[in-house]
């Protein structure tokens, strides 16, 4: 069964790839599993953003024959409805499109589930959904090696709290990761080349060089797992 997980940036597909490498589900071998998923970003997280993602899978999905999408997004604030977001993208992008009709919506507190006409399953998961936050979040709770700089840029934040520069506590979190990849996990042979081998736009290659780089069974990572290992 053909797959897509639509997601934020590169960084949260390159999470999911990899968590998905050392959770797989039971229906499914490792060596299939990513000849049956590919990952779509929305490069920002809006109504429109959604629409355009959705209508783009949809026109190419008829000759591609994908049976199931997910789309996996931050909560961010704990007011925000991501649910009604992603249901009123999506039916813009029905809307569009005349090859589909919805069938069914499953829409409360604890999913997001639409089935579409000809096969076609919608299901979304909002990372921290009960608390707030983002996939940066779970990173640092669930890493696994010393963050001995990473944990320096605390300084740095108290510093600056009474001056003109500030930051938000999602830049923090960015920034935090930034150094555990960058200088804290970054390999001595590849340091000289950090631009291209470490840091967050590389944690794709990171992890594929130290997969030990988080805890992938964290709780963090529970209710995330076991949407992928149901999707």
């Avoid at 920002?44 to 783009?56: H, Q, V, W």
């Avoid at 840029?153 to 003109?164: I, Y």
Wanted: hydrophobic share 40%; charged share 30%.
């Amino acid at each position: 069964m053909k797959k897509i997980i639509i997601v934020e940036s590169k960084l949260d597909a390159a999470v999911l790839r990899h968590l998905i490498q050392l959770n797989p589900s039971k229906n499914e071998s490792i060596d299939t599993i990513e000849d049956i998923v590919e990952y779509k970003e929305l490069g920002g997280l809006s109504s429109g953003a959604i629409t355009a993602k959705i209508t783009e899978v949809l026109s190419n999905n008829l000759k591609e024959g994908f049976e199931k999408i997910a789309i996996i997004v931050d909560q961010d604030d704990i007011s925000n409805d991501r649910h009604n977001l992603i249901l009123t993208g999506l039916i813009k992008a029905i809307e569009k499109n005349s090859s589909y009709t919805i069938q069914e919506v499953v829409n409360d507190s604890k999913q997001l589930k639409v089935k579409l006409a000809p096969e076609l399953e919608i299901a979304a998961f909002i990372v921290r959904k009960e608390h707030g936050g983002e996939m940066e979040d779970i990173l640092k709770a669930s890493k696994n090696l010393s963050s001995e700089f990473a944990d320096c840029t605390d300084a740095l934040f108290q510093c600056t709290e009474t001056k003109v520069l500030q930051f938000t506590e999602k830049e923090k979190l960015k920034i935090w990761l930034e150094y555990y990849l960058r200088y804290d996990q970054c390999e001595r042979k590849l340091k000289s080349q950090s631009n291209t081998n470490c840091g967050s736009a590389n944690i794709d290659k990171m992890l594929s060089r130290q997969s030990n780089l988080f805890d992938f069974q964290h709780i963090e990572f529970r209710d995330l797992i076991d949407f992928l290992n149901k999707f």
